[in-house]
């Protein structure tokens, strides 16, 4: 891989053991993936935020680049942790990760990051530009940001984007490249997508089919709504090893079918019609009893439009005592929400509104037995398809308003 | 007992060298999400090793998937002793690959064949990912 006398300096030690250490990690990387160069970058979204991810080992790592005089020379937010700093005894979060997420976030801010510590970076003033390269961990964010934003970043881990943020500076490969964002196979939607939820069984249902491949669709509407993506990202991240897709006369890189293949043919066609939606829910929703407990909501980090959304589904009403819900999201979100009365709301009718962390990044292998959980329900694709294997908790699987009515009922319908 | 001998040539993802028992699957792993760090156990449902544990093995799969959180998970894994001594990978992958350059686990794929296909679970593995070689002995 070609460094620029710059570069080569910074591997030699010229600007010190962190950034020497950050080019082995990134000339590793990069020659792996053949890349030819190094390009430069200011804008990461660090993985690797959560202990749960980091354990001590990686919190020690961070802290030890940090020591070495790690300081960050781009712009750098991180994603969520493994507490929530305001509350985290109250909702069954142990000690032992309080004090080992405080080293850890205090590692990050230390050398320069904004530690929003949240999985919408998007949503809390880190705005990718068209055409951005860019070094995002958070694999709902990457699709997000390559597909809805037309940014160009790779699947980057904690150890890649803290080199990246050391050094501003990415290997050449991957989504950085014009010839490596064009579709490969195509599926055609013929059943509406009513909610978020129907676009995350969407996203589910593409991602077990994809490998690393992108999808394009055709058949969405002409304006789905910002939640409405989201789901339909983070779902098509965690089912395969997505990087991004394209939705024909929706995405800004396929204003046509054409454009979206780069003029090739699709490899495959698949279609999603309603007896493949149904599969999905079916494969998400694998609780066999009506037994509910844990509700989460804002899976990726809910928008002061979900948080509304819940709010006004327990507008003077009460959840009932035997459920647990929690309402995931962002600092940023959870400040005007707050101002809008949604919170107030919220927490009248005993709902839980969670900064910072959840279900997925905390330790809910603790959490859970420390609560007596014996299942998850959601309207969120991701978390129902994570939670089995991350945590070990059955799914109950259903939209906004199947979930709040749980909610409120205490059994599933 | 007779043993078959053979070397499969691929390219070097990460550099290294080790050897150990082959696990192999044919499908993507996800080590945040798909993998009890603390066990070295495959906990994602329906995976085809749901249940059977990878430390210490040459862990042979189609490629990575899944959360960006798996690269600090591989490199705990290395630090507790749960993690397997090397990837042999049909499709290499970001997220697996950062996590064994920092756990300094080699990592060879690029094969004329498909690994999960040639090596079978159990065969002796011996690795040289500087020189993409991967060198299999099967006890018959």
């Known amino acids: 891989m070609f460094l620029t006398d710059e570069e080569t300096g910074m591997l030699n030690g010229d600007q010190g053991d962190a950034v020497k250490k950050a080019m082995e990690i990134l000339v590793a990387l990069g020659e792996s993936f053949g890349a030819k ?55 069954g979060i142990p000690e032992s990760d309080s004090v080992l997420q405080t080293r850890l976030t205090d590692a990050y801010a ?19 530009r068209f055409g951005e390269h860019m070094v995002w961990g958070e694999s709902s964010a990457v699709v997000y940001a390559n597909s809805v934003c037309g940014a160009r970043t790779n699947r980057e ?3 890649s984007g803290l080199a990246s943020a050391l050094t501003g500076r990415t290997p050449e490969y991957g989504f950085h490249l014009t010839e490596n964002r064009y579709g490969k196979f195509l599926i055609k939607v013929e059943t509406p997508l009513n909610d978020m939820t129907d676009y995350g069984t969407l996203g589910c249902f593409a991602g077990k089919i994809a490998g690393q491949d992108t ?32 939705a024909v006369g929706v995405t800004p890189e396929a ?15 698949f279609v999603f019609d309603l007896a493949e939606k149904q599969k999905v829910e079916a494969f998400l929703n694998k609780e066999a009893t009506d037994h509910v ?52 709301t919220i927490e009248d009718a005993g709902g839980v509104i969670v900064r910072e962390t959840c279900p997925f990044l905390a330790r809910s292998r603790v959490i859970a037995p420390n609560k007596g959980f014996k299942t998850l329900t959601t309207n969120s694709a991701k978390m129902a398809f994570y939670a089995p294997g991350q945590f070990g908790l059955p799914t109950h699987y259903g939209n906004l308003d199947r979930v709040m009515q749980a909610a409120l009922d205490g059994v599933w319908r | 007992m007779t043993a078959d001998h053979f070397i499969l040539a691929g390219r070097k993802i990460v550099k290294g060298k080790a050897s150990g028992q082959a696990i192999v699957t044919r499908e993507a792993i996800s080590f945040n999400g798909g993998v009890d760090n603390m066990t070295g156990i495959v ?8 249940g059977q544990n990878i430390s210490g093995k040459v862990l042979v799969f189609s490629t990575g998937k899944g959360s960006t959180g798996g690269s600090y998970k591989i490199y705990d894994m290395v630090s507790r002793g749960t993690a397997p001594v090397a990837f042999i990978q049909t499709t290499p992958e970001a997220i697996t690959t950062i996590g064994a350059i920092i756990g300094n686990i080699p990592v060879v794929s690029g094969f004329e064949q498909d690994p999960t296909l040639a090596i079978l679970n159990d065969d002796f593995i011996e690795l040289d990912a500087d020189a993409g070689t991967v060198s299999i002995t099967r006890t018959q």
Not at chain 1, 53 to 77: L, S, W
Not at chain 1, 215 to 230: C, D, I, N, R
Not at chain 1, 255 to 269: D, M, S
Request: net charge negative; proline share 7%.
């Open chain 1, 215 to 246: 999808p394009v669709f055709t058949g969405l509407p002409a304006s789905p709504t910002l939640e409405q993506v989201k789901a339909l990202s983070a779902a098509l991240a965690s089912s395969g090893a997505v990087s991004m897709f394209h």
């Open chain 1, 110 to 128: 230390g050398m320069g990051a904004n530690t929003c510590n949240t999985c919408i970076p998007y949503l809390v003033g880190n705005t990718p």
């Open chain 2, 43 to 50: 906990t994602e449902p329906g995976h085809e090793l749901e």
């Open chain 1, 157 to 159: 881990g904690g150890p």
């Open chain 1, 293 to 344: 407990d844990w509700i989460q909501i804002g899976c990726p980090n809910a928008s002061v439009q979900e948080i509304r959304e819940v709010a006004q589904a327990l507008e003077g009403k009460k959840i009932h005592r035997d459920i647990t819900l929690w309402v995931t999201t962002a600092g940023a979100m959870y400040a005007m929400a707050e101002r809008m009365g949604y919170i107030k």
């Open chain 1, 37 to 91: 160069r190094l390009v430069p970058i200011n804008n990461v979204h660090m993985a690797g935020s959560s202990v749960l991810v980091a354990e001590e080992a990686g919190t020690r790592f961070v802290e030890d680049i940090r020591t070495q005089g790690g300081t960050f020379v781009t712009n750098v937010t991180t994603n969520p942790t493994a507490v929530d700093p305001t509350q985290w005894k109250k909702i």
């Open chain 1, 255 to 269: 204003p046509t079918l054409e454009a979206a293949f780069g003029r090739k043919e699709p490899e495959q066609v």
